[in-house]
Nanobody, 122 residues
Framework: QVQLVESGGGLVQAGGSLRLSCAASGRTFSNYASWFRQAPGKEREFVAAISWIVGSVYYAESVKGRFTISRDHAKNTVYLQMNILKPEDTAVYYC????????????????WGQGTQVTVSS
């Protein structure tokens, strides 16, 4: 059993930056540690993923070059550095882990955090 808690969300102007954190407790991350986001009225979509053991990273095309995912084994924490934020990045951001399937699919992830709101104003 893994508990995930996100933090770092907030309100920022377009072009600004935020760093999200996701801390795991109970147990550590497994397989992939990932970030998804969901805007009102839309489906939850993949943002970024990192292999907990190997460290390979993967990004959605919409955030490549702007977002960076990283991990800290000692702190059992995964981060999402978000730069050059756009209004379309506005969403609730969720971290997830334990996927037994494809990293970009919500299906297969066993554990999810409660989410943290990111709002980007124009």
């Amino acid at each position: 059993q893994v508990q995930l808690v996100e933090s770092g969300g907030g309100l920022v102007q377009a072009g600004g930056s935020l760093r999200l954190s996701c801390a795991a407790s109970g147990r550590t991350f497994s397989n992939y540690a990932s970030w998804f986001r969901q805007a009102p009225g839309k489906e939850r979509e993949f943002v970024a993923a990192i292999s907990w053991i190997v460290g390979s990273v993967y990004y959605a095309e919409s955030v490549k070059g702007r977002f960076t995912i990283s991990r800290d084994h000692a702190k059992n924490t995964v981060y999402l550095q978000m730069n050059i934020l756009k209004p379309e990045d506005t969403a609730v951001y969720y971290c997830a882990t334990g996927s037994s399937g494809r990293y970009y699919s919500t299906e297969g992830y066993n554990y999810w955090g409660q989410g943290t709101q990111v709002t980007v104003s124009s």
